[in-house]
Structure formats: structure tokens, C-alpha cells
């Protein structure tokens, strides 16, 4: 009776590294992560030779030195005598808000414009198309400049609002004063507020946090979280019975009244800009190098956003308008309710792509003189302290960082909307 056995296995010899298909792409991957690696701790090594020969050794020492320049567009308090880690982290804010603030207006105009260039309206289509090819084809910095030149032009200035012969009044009950020097607007002032909270003491990265903020938006999370439920619980009746409950007067309520409540509880009362000698004082100015670069960034991303909506949007199969139509949908609810839920999926990866480059063309803003993280670590800061190394690549690693997390949300986000196969 015979009997059947396992080969022998091989013994594991070195030269398989090589010759055996099983071992040659892991080989080959380790030698050129090793190179790689070499590489670069040669160029580091070379470097920091190069630069102790020169008397600069790499270090950090120059962020706690007086910055001594002030920053115009600024969230927080900040004086000249601050650090240079106090100027950095202002213009990091600037550069947040210009990107969160250049994101939500460029995917609004975006989806407008490309929604529109689909119509069947021949005016509206080529108007848009008009849009689309002239903010596409001119580089973004000659749009921030002449938004700029724009605003400082055709503007008027604070004196035309001064005295009985004025040119120029406030609008919106006289509590928004747009000028040449930029736009002035009401500040939410709260006559028992619940005052501020310092956080990280007296060091470079301070700032006070607003308690009656914190309270607003608690409130708001709240009401969300109940107009959720609520229309969860409507959804649930109406699968179950096929009726759906009337809850819009609920949801409106839950949103409204407990913020108004609050509100009223906190003495909130807008303080209006008042012209005082030859400028506004009071309320909250935007300097019109925040505004330029604002609609500048805006208009000229939203171009490639309705791109990229216009391309989602046809490589929806026309059934779905065709099913959509037959059960009696209006047209911009079909394209609300149907076709842009299901072109999310095409959109939102190209989309990300657009949200990064408006982040990193906010870098030229210091054409205009609004300082943002390059205008200040990448600039002043750089021209002040001869730290060309140590600047260059923190900025570089900050504006890494900024695009990494607007990626892993927007990938969050994409996975939600993604399809499931089942």
C-alpha cells in the first residue's frame, strides 16, 4: 500500500532574495527604501554642516524675540511687542479664515453656476459658460489684484459720509458703512454677558474664549440634535404607515426659540459702526484686502467647481430625470432630490483637489497686504530674523497639515455619500 507524502520543503537561501519571484519585489522595495532614506540623511547631514560653518545652527530661539510689526486683519488682540510665535499664529488664522470663508462661497457659486450651465435657457447657459472660460483662463493673482483695485476705486471714502452734505449714507438701518478702507459691520455686543476664558495664560498662543459663544453654540448643537430626531421619528411613521406627520412648525421651533430665548437672556444688541473724525469707529471692520482676496479666491475656484458639477450632473443616466419627471417631481426638485444626491459621487473627489489649491493660493495674499501665514512666518518674520531653513519648512509643514485635514474630512464625507454595493 503506498503512501503519499509532502515534498520536502527548500531551505531558504540568500540568492532567492534575488532570483525567487516570491522574495525579488520585497527585496527590490527595502534596497530603494534604504537609498531613499540614505538620501536624505545625507542632504540633512549636508545642511546642517553648511549652516554651522555659516554661524547659523537650526534653532528655534528667534520665536520668542519681539515681532515688532503690526498685523492689520486680525482675530485676536495683538500688539508689535508680541513674539514672533504671537505674529505666526495670527496670520495661521488669517490663512483659516480665508480658506474656510473661500470654500463655502466657491461651492455655492460653484453649484449655481454649474447647475445653470445646463439649462435650457440659451441666455443663462452662455452667460455662465462666459463665467466659467473667463475666470478659468486668468491667473488667479491678477483676479486678487484687480478685486483689489476695484474696491479701492470705486469706493467711497469716510469723509463722504461726514456732515449735512454727505454723499454716501450707512445702509441696512444705518449699521453697514461700505468704503475704500473696507466694509464695516455691527458687532454682537451682550449688555450681561457671561464674560471670556483665557486659554494657555500670558504665552504666544493665548486667546480668550467668549463664554456667551459657548453658550450659542451649545444651544445650536442641542436644537440640531432634536430637529434630527425629529425628522428621524418622521421618517420612521411615515415608512411604517405611509403618512408622514406635519413637524416643520416643531423644527423651526426647536431651532429658533431656544436660541431667541438665550438671546434675550444675554442682552444681545448689535453695536453699529459710528463715523467718527475721519474714520468709522465701533463694529467690525474687513479690510479690503480680506474682502479681495475673499472674492477673488471665491469666484475663481467656483469656476472649476461648476466644472465639476456640470460633469457630475450629465454622468447621471437621464432615466433618473425620466423616472423622476413621471412621478410628478418638479424640475429643481428632481435636481435636488434625485440627480445631485447621486452625482455627490463623481463630485467630491475632484472637489477636494479645488478646496486644496484655494487654501494654498491663499499664499498670494500678500499682494493686496493682508498677512496670512506666508505673509508673516514666510515673510516678515523670514526678512527679520535671516531663519530661512527653520521658516520655510514650518510653513511648508503647516500648509501640509492644513491640506491633510481638509482631506481626511472630505474622504470622510465621501465614504458617506459613497454607494453601497450590496
Not at 361 to 377: E, F, K, P
Request: include cysteine.
Amino acid at each position: 500500500m503506498a503512501t503519499m507524502t509532502d515534498p520536502p520543503r527548500e531551505s531558504f537561501r540568500l540568492s532567492m532574495l534575488i532570483y525567487d519571484t516570491r522574495y525579488r519585489s520585497l527585496t527590490i522595495q527595502v534596497i530603494a527604501l534604504f537609498a531613499f532614506m540614505l538620501l536624505v540623511a545625507w542632504i540633512i547631514s549636508n545642511t546642517v554642516q553648511n549652516l554651522a560653518s555659516l554661524g547659523k545652527e537650526v534653532e528655534f530661539g528667534f520665536f520668542s524675540e519681539p515681532a515688532s510689526y503690526d498685523i492689520n486683519q486680525r482675530l485676536l488682540d495683538y500688539t508689535s511687542r508680541d513674539t514672533h510665535l504671537r505674529a505666526s499664529f495670527m496670520g495661521l488664522l488669517n490663512t483659516l479664515v480665508v480658506a474656510v470663508l473661500g470654500c463655502i462661497t466657491a461651492t455655492i457659486i460653484g453649484v449655481l453656476v454649474g447647475v445653470a450651465r445646463l439649462s435650457r435657457n440659451w441666455l443663462i447657459a452662455r452667460i455662465m459658460t462666459v463665467y466659467v472660460e473667463m475666470f478659468r483662463n486668468v491667473p488667479v493673482l491678477l483676479w486678487i489684484v484687480f478685486a483689489m483695485a476695484i474696491l479701492i476705486e470705486s469706493l467711497p471714502s469716510p469723509r463722504a459720509f461726514r456732515g449735512e452734505n454727505a454723499t454716501q449714507s450707512l445702509i441696512l438701518n444705518d449699521s453697514v458703512a461700505i468704503t475704500n478702507r473696507g466694509v464695516y459691520v455691527p458687532e454682537a455686543l451682550f449688555s450681561r454677558s457671561l464674560g471670556d476664558v483665557r486659554l494657555f495664560g500670558e504665552s504666544s498662543l493665548r486667546f480668550d474664549v467668549s463664554l456667551d459663544l459657548v453658550a450659542i453654540i451649545a444651544v445650536l448643537a442641542a436644537s440640531f440634535f432634536v430637529f434630527r430626531r425629529i425628522r428621524i421619528w418622521a421618517e420612521r411613521v411615515q415608512n411604517e404607515t405611509g403618512n408622514r406627520p406635519t413637524t416643520w412648525h416643531f423644527q423651526v421651533a426647536v431651532l429658533v426659540v431656544p436660541t431667541f430665548i438665550l438671546l434675550a437672556a444675554l442682552g444681545f444688541h448689535l453695536g453699529k459702526p459710528e463715523l467718527k473724525g475721519f474714520n468709522f469707529a465701533g463694529g467690525t471692520h474687513l479690510r479690503n484686502s480680506l474682502i479681495a482676496l475673499w472674492i477673488a479666491l471665491s469666484l475663481y475656484t467656483a469656476a472649476f467647481i461648476a466644472e465639476i458639477v456640470r460633469g457630475g450632473i450629465l454622468a447621471i443616466s437621464k432615466g433618473q430625470t425620466e423616472a423622476a419627471g413621471s412621478l410628478g417631481l418638479r424640475p429643481n426638485r428632481i435636481m435636488s432630490l434625485v440627480i445631485l444626491p447621486q452625482a455627490l459621487r463623481v463630485i467630491i473627489p475632484p472637489l477636494i483637489s479645488n478646496y486644496l489649491n484655494l487654501t494654498k493660493n491663499s499664499s498670494l495674499a500678500i499682494a493686496v497686504g493682508y498677512l496670512d501665514i506666508t505673509g508673516t512666518l514666510g515673510g516678515i518674520t523670514l526678512n527679520q530674523t535671516g531663519r530661512e531653513l527653520e521658516c520655510l519648512l514650518l510653513l511648508m509643514l503647516i500648509y501640509l497639515c492644513i491640506s491633510l485635514t481638509i482631506s481626511v474630512f472630505m474622504n470622510i464625507y465621501n465614504k458617506r455619500v459613497a454607494l453601497v454595493e450590496r
